[in-house]
């Protein structure tokens, strides 16, 4: 058994600390929060998230390892969480693209990207058009879009509920939280000094100057409508917005989110709200007698290229970078990063 040291214990700290103590390693985490709950940004940007895991509508921006890597965490998240003693809301009954007619254009466009780059690959799963019928019988409070397709097989989380969940679970497997700690020099086998048999930086923005890594400001609302009925996530193809509406238990629904390229962490701007909650409605009406619960702001780590790294070496693994995918990636990424590493993972 190894003694593991890991810096940060935000979404992937989590999940490594409860994996690698499940497998009996002694392991110990640092973080700049003050506690396992605290949530206000700037602490990790993983109790932010969305919770989409969308392999397939992803690829408009990411290349086609992530969505092979995103079809291997969803498997591995349905695996790893009922293992969880606390219950995480998730559902994989696919997502539904949606567009306006005057917005077909983009949206064939956008289909086209998708079609491309899964193109000749049998094991990458193809949105399938869907009639208004289909439609309004996956989703009847779902009025006004004339374009919609089904993304089979997609799924969503509530991250909120993994967050404390993954910490629960390592702290029960014996894993050490150092809280108020932030790690400021990371090396093989050393988090500021203090020797270990192998270490992690999962620190996201935490990682600089030792990585390029930048801020990508993303806003979200949470809205509760009563009596709501939507059973999978949204997504609409507006030319000007790219706005998801996802539905968690209790009639809320998160709407987001903006990808802004600044570092700013200040609340939601005016243009944002308006454009995100406009665009909701219009494919959601029953949205308009509901509450805005929270509004939450918070920053995607990403490298230069927006793709996820994986850097392992004798007693240092590195991952970073996991931008907008970040709970779509983790699982397969953890799961890669101990394989190289040679640490043996719980079963
Ligand atoms: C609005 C929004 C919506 C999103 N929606 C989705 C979605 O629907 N689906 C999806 O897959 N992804 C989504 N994401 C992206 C996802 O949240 C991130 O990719 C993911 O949380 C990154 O995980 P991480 O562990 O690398 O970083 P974090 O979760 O941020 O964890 C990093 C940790 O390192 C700690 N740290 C920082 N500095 C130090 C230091 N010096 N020493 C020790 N620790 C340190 C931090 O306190 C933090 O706890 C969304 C992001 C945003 C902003």
Same mark, same amino acid.
């Given at each position: 058994?190894?003694? %593991? $040291?890991?810096?940060?214990?935000?979404?992937?700290?989590?999940?490594?600390?409860?994996?690698?103590?499940? #497998?009996?390693?002694? @392991?110990? %985490?640092?973080?700049?929060?003050?506690?396992?709950?605290?949530?206000?940004?700037?602490?990790?940007?993983?109790?932010?998230?969305?919770? *989409?895991?969308?392999?397939?509508?992803?690829?408009?921006?990411?290349?086609?390892?992530?969505?092979?890597?995103?079809?291997?965490?969803?498997?591995?998240?349905?695996?790893?969480?009922?293992?969880?003693?606390?219950?995480? =809301?998730?559902?994989?009954?696919?997502?539904?693209?949606?567009?306006?007619?005057?917005?077909?254009?983009?949206? &064939?466009?956008?289909?086209?990207?998708?079609?491309?780059?899964?193109?000749?690959?049998?094991?990458?799963?193809?949105?399938?058009?869907?009639?208004?019928?289909?439609?309004?019988?996956?989703?009847?409070?779902?009025?006004?879009?004339?374009?919609?397709?089904?993304?089979?097989?997609?799924?969503?989380?509530?991250?909120? &509920?993994?967050? &404390?969940?993954?910490?629960?679970?390592?702290?029960?497997?014996?894993?050490?939280?150092?809280?108020?700690?932030?790690?400021?020099?990371?090396?093989?086998?050393?988090?500021?000094?203090?020797?270990?048999?192998?270490?992690?930086?999962?620190?996201?923005? $935490?990682?600089?100057?030792?990585?390029? @890594?930048?801020? @990508?400001?993303?806003?979200?609302?949470?809205?509760?409508?009563?009596?709501?009925?939507?059973?999978?996530?949204?997504?609409?193809?507006?030319?000007?917005?790219?706005?998801?509406?996802?539905?968690?238990?209790?009639?809320?629904?998160?709407?987001?989110?903006?990808?802004?390229?600044?570092?700013?962490?200040?609340?939601?701007?005016?243009?944002?709200?308006?454009?995100?909650?406009? #665009?909701? =409605?219009?494919?959601?009406?029953?949205?308009?007698?509901?509450?805005?619960?929270? *509004?939450?702001?918070?920053?995607?780590?990403?490298?230069?290229?927006?793709?996820?790294?994986?850097?392992?070496?004798?007693?240092?693994?590195?991952?970073?970078?996991?931008?907008?995918? $970040?709970?779509?990636?983790?699982?397969?990424?953890?799961?890669?990063?101990? #394989?190289?590493?040679?640490?043996?993972? #719980?079963?």
């Amino acid at each position: 058994m190894s003694r %593991v $040291g890991i810096a940060g214990a935000g979404l992937l700290g989590r999940l490594l600390a409860w994996r690698l103590a499940a #497998a009996g390693h002694e @392991v110990q %985490v640092f973080d700049p929060a003050a506690g396992p709950d605290d949530r206000t940004p700037p602490q990790a940007v993983g109790w932010t998230a969305a919770g *989409m895991l969308s392999p397939i509508a992803e690829l408009e921006t990411a290349d086609l390892r992530t969505a092979q890597r995103g079809w291997r965490s969803l498997d591995l998240w349905a695996r790893w969480l009922p293992q969880l003693s606390r219950q995480v =809301h998730f559902r994989r009954e696919g997502s539904l693209l949606l567009a306006h007619r005057g917005d077909a254009g983009s949206a &064939q466009r956008l289909l086209a990207v998708l079609l491309a780059k899964a193109a000749g690959r049998a094991d990458q799963p193809q949105p399938r058009p869907l009639s208004a019928a289909e439609l309004a019988a996956l989703e009847p409070a779902v009025h006004g879009p004339a374009l919609a397709w089904l993304l089979p097989g997609e799924g969503q989380l509530h991250c909120v &509920q993994a967050m &404390q969940a993954l910490a629960h679970e390592a702290t029960g497997q014996g894993v050490r939280w150092h809280w108020r700690m932030p790690v400021q020099q990371v090396d093989a086998g050393r988090l500021d000094g203090q020797a270990y048999d192998h270490v992690f930086d999962v620190r996201g923005l $935490g990682a600089r100057p030792q990585l390029p @890594v930048r801020g @990508v400001r993303g806003e979200l609302l949470w809205v509760q409508a009563r009596g709501l009925v939507l059973h999978r996530p949204l997504r609409l193809l507006h030319p000007r917005w790219r706005v998801y509406l996802v539905p968690r238990p209790d009639d809320i629904v998160l709407v987001g989110a903006t990808e802004v390229e600044s570092e700013d962490r200040s609340p939601i701007s005016v243009r944002s709200l308006l454009g995100l909650l406009s #665009a909701a =409605h219009s494919v959601l009406p029953e949205l308009a007698e509901g509450r805005v619960l929270h *509004m939450e702001t918070n920053l995607r780590p990403a490298l230069p290229d927006n793709l996820p790294q994986l850097q392992v070496a004798a007693g240092l693994t590195r991952i970073n970078g996991l931008f907008r995918h $970040g709970w779509l990636l983790a699982p397969a990424l953890v799961e890669e990063a101990l #394989a190289a590493s040679g640490l043996r993972e #719980a079963a």
